[in-house]
């Protein structure tokens, strides 16, 4: 590293800025569509938790291989699906209501581990999207009959964001 280089903790700083800002730009696009929020990757349910305070009336399912987020940042167990991701989301096709907005937040320090994960994981969560959903996500998804949207100008870390159709 040298004198410019962003620091760990100015890249994480980067990053959760832009999360919060593409979050709240969701909760914008989304407000008069209904139906439940997905929370791909509940991780320490950082995130989790700002859904849950964006939409106080939804029902908001997480997911992820195990539970490391606190009582008050996770969903009730009903709306907890603990497992890969190729079998949770796959299993909740027909369960739910379609998804207003997927928030997949799935990314790891392995760029291409995540690359391989973006080409399954986006037709597992386009099949739960009501028409007109907003997917929100750390790394690229897409989708034929997605639209990408730029969301939120002026961020220091790339966050994408796409229209279902
Ligand atoms: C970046 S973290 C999520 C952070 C979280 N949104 C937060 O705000 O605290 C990504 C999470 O996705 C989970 N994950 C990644 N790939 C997965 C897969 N194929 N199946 C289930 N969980 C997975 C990881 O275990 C990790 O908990």
Same mark, same amino acid.
């Given at each position: 590293?040298?004198?410019?280089?962003?620091?760990?903790? /100015? %890249?994480?700083?980067?990053?959760?800025?832009?999360?919060?800002? !593409?979050? &709240?730009?969701?909760?914008?696009?989304? %407000?008069? *569509?209904?139906?439940?929020?997905? /929370?791909?990757?509940?991780?320490?349910?950082?995130? !989790?938790?700002?859904?849950?305070? *964006?939409? $106080?009336?939804?029902?908001?399912?997480? !997911?992820?291989?195990?539970? #490391?987020?606190? =009582? &008050?940042?996770? $969903?009730? $167990?009903?709306?907890? +699906?603990?497992? &890969?991701?190729? *079998?949770?989301?796959? +299993?909740? %096709?027909? %369960?739910?209501?379609?998804?207003?907005?997927?928030?997949?937040?799935?990314?790891?320090?392995?760029?291409? !581990?995540?690359?391989?994960?973006?080409?399954? *994981? =986006?037709?597992?969560?386009?099949?739960?999207?009501? $028409?007109?959903?907003?997917?929100?996500?750390? #790394?690229?998804?897409?989708?034929?009959?997605?639209?990408?949207?730029?969301?939120?100008?002026?961020?220091?870390?790339?966050?994408?964001?796409?229209?279902?159709?």
């Amino acid at each position: 590293m040298n004198d410019t280089s962003p620091s760990r903790l /100015e %890249r994480m700083i980067a990053r959760l800025s832009a999360q919060k800002a !593409f979050l &709240d730009f969701a909760a914008s696009q989304v %407000r008069d *569509l209904p139906g439940p929020i997905l /929370e791909i990757g509940l991780g320490k349910g950082r995130t !989790f938790s700002h859904l849950a305070k *964006l939409f $106080p009336s939804r029902e908001i399912y997480a !997911f992820d291989d195990g539970l #490391r987020a606190p =009582a &008050d940042s996770a $969903p009730e $167990p009903a709306r907890l +699906a603990l497992g &890969d991701f190729r *079998l949770t989301l796959a +299993a909740m %096709r027909g %369960r739910i209501a379609p998804a207003a907005l997927a928030h997949a937040d799935f990314g790891s320090e392995d760029r291409g !581990f995540d690359a391989g994960q973006a080409v399954w *994981l =986006a037709p597992l969560i386009a099949a739960l999207m009501a $028409p007109g959903g907003l997917v929100v996500s750390d #790394r690229a998804l897409s989708m034929p009959g997605w639209t990408p949207l730029a969301g939120p100008e002026g961020l220091e870390w790339t966050y994408h964001a796409a229209r279902a159709g």
